[in-house]
């Protein structure tokens, strides 16, 4: 299991979000607080890797993975001082499929287009084959790791989501379900939280069968991130048209973050957000 955020709004220094708040998500690489494994437990630190991915001034965007863990890289902490974005998402990963390599790191990306997850399906490796077997033949070679996550990603490319991401998300998830059921594993688990960006539109999922969801929260507030130990990074300088949607919280205001429901897509566009029932 693993913990993301993803940001839309105006252009912002990344570290506002990734490693300033007093549960920024580097923080949460170390001591996440919500992250519980299938069987009740917490899975205390997501060390298995990271990423960021973020929009500025092209289409297509950024992207920096390492396989280390997120809160011993120097690199990341230069980095998210330095870069300024208007959508960025960035990862924390905890394996519970495929090995801690690079190109398992999260976020993928396609051309334009991020993903990223939390979550997993039971028995993956009974189902792996006949899921990438309907991968679209010109999307195949894009597969470069073992993860779940990134079959999602391409199956979901394949079935439509750059033209509606939300059809392609339902048409990615009945294929997962069906595999599991041909399989005789209909009672199997799958659980996707997941974020989404074109570079124009911010998009998230939260879905889950046969398996409690994973947390996901968002907030509109401004200057939430006023507990910071630097002055010209409190209160007023963040900015008011923003957006931000988390696996947990980034501080203990528990005011200020909207649990998203269950069973729910998002579209955010700059600093709107509109949730709606997936299935």
């Known amino acids: 299991m693993c913990r993301w955020i993803a940001y839309s709004g105006q252009p912002i220094f990344i ?38 991915g973020w929009y500025s001034e092209r ?40 090995a801690v390599q690079h190109s398992n790191c999260h976020p993928f990306k396609y051309k334009n287009w991020l993903f990223q997850h939390n979550g997993d399906v039971k028995d993956f490796d009974v189902i792996r084959r006949e899921l990438q077997m309907d991968i679209a033949p ?15 990603f391409l199956l979901a490319l394949s079935y439509g989501l750059m033209d509606d991401p939300k059809t392609g998300l339902q048409k990615m998830v009945e294929r997962v379900e069906k595999a599991l059921e041909d399989n005789g594993l209909k009672d199997g688990a799958l659980n996707l939280s997941c974020a989404i960006s074109d570079g124009q539109k911010l998009y998230t999922l939260r879905y889950a069968s046969n398996a409690k969801s994973k947390t996901q929260y968002y907030s509109t507030q401004s200057g939430w991130i006023d507990d910071v130990d630097c002055e010209e990074l409190s209160g007023s300088y963040f900015p008011e048209e923003n957006i931000v949607i988390v696996s947990e919280p980034l501080d203990n205001y528990d005011n200020k973050w909207t649990e998203i429901p269950d069973n729910s897509f998002a579209t955010v566009y700059r600093s709107d957000i509109a949730i709606e029932r997936f299935k």
């Open 15 to 52: 570290e506002q979000l990734i490693t300033l708040p007093s549960h920024s998500l580097v923080e949460q690489s170390v001591n996440t607080e919500m992250n519980f494994r299938s069987d009740g437990s917490l899975m205390s630190t997501n060390g298995d890797g990271f990423g960021i």
């Open 59 to 98: 289409p297509e965007p950024g992207l920096f993975k390492d396989e280390s863990p997120a809160w011993s890289n120097r690199n990341l902490r230069e980095l998210c001082r330095q870069i300024r974005a208007r959508i960025f998402l960035a990862h924390v990963r905890a394996t519970t499929t495929g």
């Open 138 to 152: 010109d999307l195949y070679p894009e597969l470069k790791g073992t993860t779940d996550s990134e079959t999602f």
